[in-house]
T-cell receptor, first 118, second 111 residues
Framework: AQKVTQAQTEISVVEKEDVTLDCVYETRDTTYYLFWYKQPPSGELVFLIRRNSFDEQNEISGRYSWNFQKSTSSFNFTITASQVVDSAVYFC???????????????FGQGTTLQVKP | DGGITQSPKYLFRKEGQNVTLSCEQNLNHDAMYWYRQDPGQGLRLIYYSQIVNDFQKGDIAEGYSVSREKKESFPLTVTSAQKNPTAFYLCASNPGWRGYTFGSGTRLTVV
């Protein structure tokens, strides 16, 4: 069975600190996708990144970076120089790849609530 | 602009009533999904549909029903059999197995 674990329920940092959100996943599929979403207080899910299982290159987008390691089944998310606007709930998710019998449904972790204090 | 429209944003239900949450997309996506979110928890899959006139149960389908008569629409009915329906409901669509788009959600409260 597929599973996503975000062990950190809540994290509180002071503005300008770096913060890493952990994500560990379980799957038997060899082809899969990993995602990070941000959920601000309004509730809508904001897409941050998608990574396929064959691409282990780390990715950087501005203050955001992601570290994908298949050997440890982890897909961690780091925010550098955090800002108050980064305060939100962050979800890591896993989806099956396309193919016969696969649904493409997203499986979410429990989420990590990040609070950035000024 | 293309996207997913969920309505209403807030919904109040009396105990014993059925209510229907609307989800419409103009992205021409084949697959659509309904998720439920409880406070402090992740999203759990209720139902999904890969194609018109076909849908599958997710992890927590009991007390819910759906229909998929049109590609653009995937309404969710919360029936009286759902004993604890107060939650935040999110609809999503997906053209394949990538690029999920989410609606802005419906907050359902039992009064």
């Amino acid at each position: 069975a597929q599973k996503v674990t975000q062990a950190q329920t809540e994290i509180s940092v002071v503005e300008k600190e770096d913060v890493t959100l952990d994500c560990v996943y379980e799957t038997r599929d060899t082809t899969y996708y990993l995602f990070w979403y941000k959920q601000p207080p309004s509730g809508e899910l904001v897409f941050l990144i998608r990574r396929n299982s064959f691409d282990e290159q780390n990715e950087i987008s501005g203050r955001y970076s992601w570290n994908f390691q298949k050997s440890t089944s982890s897909f961690n998310f780091t925010i550098t120089a955090s800002q108050v606007v980064d305060s939100a709930v962050y979800f890591c998710a896993l989806s099956e790849a396309g193919g016969s019998g696969n649904t493409g449904k997203l499986i979410f972790g429990q989420g990590t609530t990040l609070q950035v204090k000024p | 602009d293309g996207g997913i429209t969920q309505s209403p944003k807030y919904l109040f239900r009396k105990e014993g009533q059925n209510v229907t949450l609307s989800c419409e997309q103009n992205l021409n996506h084949d697959a659509m999904y309904w998720y439920r979110q409880d406070p402090g928890q992740g999203l759990r899959l209720i139902y999904y549909s890969q194609i018109v006139n076909d849908f599958q149960k997710g992890d927590i389908a009991e007390g819910y029903s759906v229909s998929r008569e049109k590609k653009e629409s995937f309404p969710l009915t919360v029936t009286s059999a759902q004993k604890n329906p107060t939650a935040f409901y999110l609809c999503a669509s997906n053209p394949g197995w990538r690029g999920y788009t989410f609606g802005s959600g419906t907050r359902l409260t039992v009064v």
